[in-house]
């Protein structure tokens, strides 16, 4: 890829602005013998896959699979991760139920002991690193068994998911500003919460291991085909009420804002954030000798894929072909585009994707 000097140091500021800028040993991930990775040169020079204590980027040049390794799988959160003991852990279900509930992580197993493949971004991945990503094999209950064992009642309406994890939020209000403490919390609405498809889920396990404390053991909640924000983790109490919830993150975070015509007037409409928009970036460009393949990896709300290209140097598309290994709905789909003779020197490698839709 080509970049200017400006852009250097921008991405410079901007690895700077993540914490120290260190040195990344990245482990080469299956290469074939002879095999390399291609550095991008306007990105990752200065990768810092653990900017903070509690979060880490994904190196999207290391991807080596279909699912992304437990302990390379992005991390990042709002007030740090909690310790929960898992013998100690309950789950509470409360509120507008007919009964209320406490789980322990036994009974979630005995509910269900199902998988769900998954991938998701943070809201804010963006170029040119794309680590806030990540793709799993997730165990555990459907969310619609544990709502149905409590019983939800007839004025329930929304479905508040509270993670253990707290910090100090000041809220305004009336003028004023109160220090209150906070649980991170989001929530759905109960059409959305019982929905067949996307189906909500309770995963206790990341690719067959019980959850890592950075993905939020022991329990967090996964909404397929959704951005990272709803996917509460360390996830501790359900509360099932009638108004809306009015939380921070669930208000105030995570939204878009834009301008649309409506009654032919142009209003400023603000939107939570929800399901995956469609996006394609390439992920990582190996070699062996003059042969060269792009992987590039493709995420989005479960909507069918019609055509992943590639194109290098804004010459003609090319069009890539589907990893058979990422077939699963909610999953991330790797697509590989194979490059023979190419010349040496600099190039810029661009993918674009199509849905069914012809998004
Ligand atoms: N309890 C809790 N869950 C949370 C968050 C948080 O701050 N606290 N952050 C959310 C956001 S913004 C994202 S992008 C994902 C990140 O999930 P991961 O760390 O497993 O990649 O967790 C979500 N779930
Ligand atoms: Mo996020």
Known sequence: MTMTR???MKTGAAAAALGAVAEFDWILPALAQGEVVVPFTDSHQNFNPTPAPDRRLFDTRALSGPFTPKD??????HYGHPEIDPAAFRLKVSGLVNSTLALSLDDLRKMGNTELIAGFECSGNRRPLQGLIGNGRWTGVPLKTVLDKAGLKADAQEIVFFGADRGKETVAFRGNNFDVEQQYGRSLPRARALAAEPAPFLAYALNGEPLTKHQGAPLRLIVPGWYGAPNVKWLSEIVVQNEPYMGKFQTHWYRTLKGEMINGE?????????????????????????AHK??????????????????VDGGAWQPAKADPATTAKYGWKLYHWDWANAPAGEHTIVSRVTDATGK
Not at 294 to 311: F, M, R, Y
Request: glycine share 6%; no cysteine; net charge positive.
């Open 266 to 290: 142009m209003k400023w409409v603000e939107t939570g954030i929800t399901h995956l928009n469609l996006k394609s970036f390439v992920a990582r460009v190996t070699k062996n000798g003059n």
């Open 6 to 8: 400006r852009d250097l």
């Open 294 to 311: 792009a992987t590039v990896i493709v995420l989005n709300d479960g909507t069918p894929i019609k055509s992943v290209e590639v194109q």
């Open 72 to 77: 390379q799988f992005f991390t990042t959160q």
